[in-house]
């Protein structure tokens, strides 16, 4: 996708480079003099020779072992083994500096949602919709985590013991995100372990980084040194070596299980090592034959390709039963044709150019492996390709001989398969690898009940008559088997990133007045029944 400066409207242009020259360690912007490296958004532009090539968005620090270790440091200084300043904050002062991080960040929406467009393609309402989404989940945290502390604030007594119960920090989190959701989704991870007391190094995305930069001054502000560090670079020259100090207490991570266990195995005490994750899936859409037509192909061309397909709840295999594969293939395939392509900022496009360099080649691979196998492309713009993008294809018959039905292609490709007995689909499903959603579409009550009761039990969501998705935020988000380790949502988070503490005290007159005076000097940060407005 080809595009000029005159055509991007002024408010969307890239007037300046983005060079960050700058790190967060230990409550400090330490400048960066070292090898850095240059980021370029897909989305092609005319460079001085009068040449359309990839558009220079700016550079980051290129770090390495050196600066992990000097964040790890400044993580673990901060936490103090548990008697640093912020594990030991008080709930309300803890609170009151995730409130001016919020309030910070909602200044910078303009330069965060442009970032967002030029260095992942993901269109203006979307990137809007994730900057207002996160910083709605940062609230939302802040409100369960009074709740949560209100519901703490009490005494509870059993066989003749008084307790009081609360959720402690775990230690230090290395927070990674992904490049499909680089702001909402990391967010989701770092924001709830910040605020449970843990402290954290995390490192941005490889695409999507740049878009934290005008966050960095808000993070310095908001929290004491060494609460927040946030390093650039690989992933194995800079989380390797914080994973291999075996100081790491969680490793929060949402991207591929490869990566995840390649973490893991760097690490010396792996029983030590609480994992907050979130993985790979292949969701699958089953249609039934007395669906309604028309809302299942509304549903499914949302599922398989809001941002292109790159979502790890999108619908990534679609079953459809052989009465109505014919119509549902014959619209379905007019209605991918009909999506319009183009670059973020314009009006009513779905398509976007791809982020990564290497899809459009990848998902040709899978393209023609199925088609080698007997899938056909039934729409007519099927796996038509530019440098940065290939148009979605949508392959019928497919067969698990092909490398899309097993392999998680996150990018546009869509696989549809017919079935004439349920258990098919089903069966498929229970030796998945994966177990994150599943979208069902149908109306016959007696069905859905008996598929609804399987389905329960091999995934973790199952979406009636709707697309799979994240949201709402206060759900549940997780998977089973390669999909997930740990839940997320606001709730859950806050639980994924604490563990259960508490005082016991035996019911004597000694022991009572202790308490009372105790509660009555408040001297304590833990030992308080003080209620959080």
């Known amino acids: 996708m080809n595009t000029v400066e005159r055509e991007i409207p002024q408010e969307f242009q890239i007037t300046k480079l983005i060079n960050q020259d700058t790190y967060l360690v230990n409550g400090e912007l330490k400048e960066w003099k070292g090898e850095t490296t240059e980021v370029y958004s897909s989305i092609h532009t005319l460079n001085d020779k009068g040449e359309y090539t990839p558009t220079l968005l700016g550079s980051i620090p290129y770090m390495a072992e050196p600066e992990a270790n000097d964040a790890l440091e400044a993580a673990a200084n901060a936490f103090g083994k548990g008697k640093g300043l912020w594990p030991t904050m008080k709930v309300a002062d803890r609170i009151a500096c995730m409130e001016k991080f919020v309030k910070q960040?909602?200044?910078?929406?303009?330069?965060?949602?442009?970032?967002?467009?030029?260095?992942?393609?993901?269109?203006?309402?979307?990137?809007?919709?994730?900057?207002?989404?996160?910083?709605?989940?940062?609230?939302?945290?802040?409100?369960?985590?009074k709740q949560l502390d209100r519901d703490s604030a009490n005494f509870k007594k059993h066989d003749g013991v008084y307790a009081h119960i609360r959720r402690g920090p775990l230690g230090i989190v290395l927070c990674l995100g992904p490049y499909n959701y680089p702001l909402n989704e990391t967010f989701a991870l770092l924001i709830p372990a910040l605020i449970m007391g843990n402290t954290a190094i995390f490192k941005p995305a490889k695409h999507g980084v740049l878009l934290i930069s005008p966050l960095l001054e808000a993070f310095r502000s908001s929290f004491?040194?060494?609460?927040?560090?946030?390093?650039?670079?690989?992933?194995?020259?800079?989380?390797?070596?914080?994973?291999?100090?075996g100081r790491i207490d969680v490793l929060a991570l949402i991207g591929n299980s490869k990566s995840a266990i390649?973490?893991?195995?760097?690490?010396?005490?792996?029983?030590?090592?609480?994992?907050?994750l979130g993985l790979e899936a292949k969701n699958p859409a089953i249609i039934l034959p007395d669906a309604d037509l028309d809302l299942a192909i509304d549903e499914c061309i949302a599922g398989t390709l809001s941002f292109n397909g790159q979502r790890c709840t999108a619908l990534k295999l679609v079953y459809v039963h052989e009465d109505i594969v014919d119509e549902f293939n014959k619209r379905f395939a007019k209605r991918v044709d009909a999506l319009k392509f183009g670059n973020p900022w314009e009006p009513g496009v779905m398509l976007t150019p791809l982020p990564e360099p290497g899809k459009p080649d990848y998902i040709q691979e899978l393209i023609d492996d199925a088609l080698e196998k007997g899938a056909h492309i039934i729409n007519k713009k099927g796996g038509e390709k530019t440098e940065n993008y290939i148009f979605p294809a949508v392959l019928y018959p497919v067969n698990k001989e092909m490398r899309v039905y097993h392999e998680e292609q996150f990018g546009p490709v869509i696989p549809v398969i017919s079935f004439t007995d349920i258990e098919e689909p089903i069966n498929d499903i229970a030796n998945s690898n994966y177990g994150q959603q599943v979208s069902l579409f149908g109306k016959d009550i007696k069905e859905l009940a008996s598929l609804i009761d399987t389905l329960v039990n091999l995934v973790c969501r199952v979406n009636l008559n709707s697309s799979c998705q994240r949201g709402p935020d206060v759900y549940p988000f997780t998977g089973r088997k390669d999909s997930a380790v740990s839940t997320l949502s606001v709730h859950d988070a806050l639980r994924s990133f604490s563990i259960r503490t508490f005082v016991a005290s035996k019911d004597n007159d000694y022991n009572n007045r202790i308490l009372t005076d105790l509660l009555g000097s408040k001297a304590s940060n833990f030992v308080s029944t003080d209620y959080i407005l």
């Open 262 to 276: 390649a973490l893991q195995d760097q690490h010396p005490y792996k029983n030590r090592l609480r994992l907050v």
């Open 224 to 245: 004491p040194k060494g609460v927040v560090n946030i390093v650039y670079g690989r992933g194995r020259q800079v989380a390797a070596p914080i994973m291999q100090s």
């Open 105 to 145: 960040m909602e200044g910078k929406r303009e330069e965060v949602v442009k970032l967002l467009m030029w260095e992942i393609g993901k269109n203006l309402p979307d990137s809007q919709k994730e900057f207002d989404r996160t910083v709605e989940y940062i609230y939302d945290t802040i409100e369960e985590y």
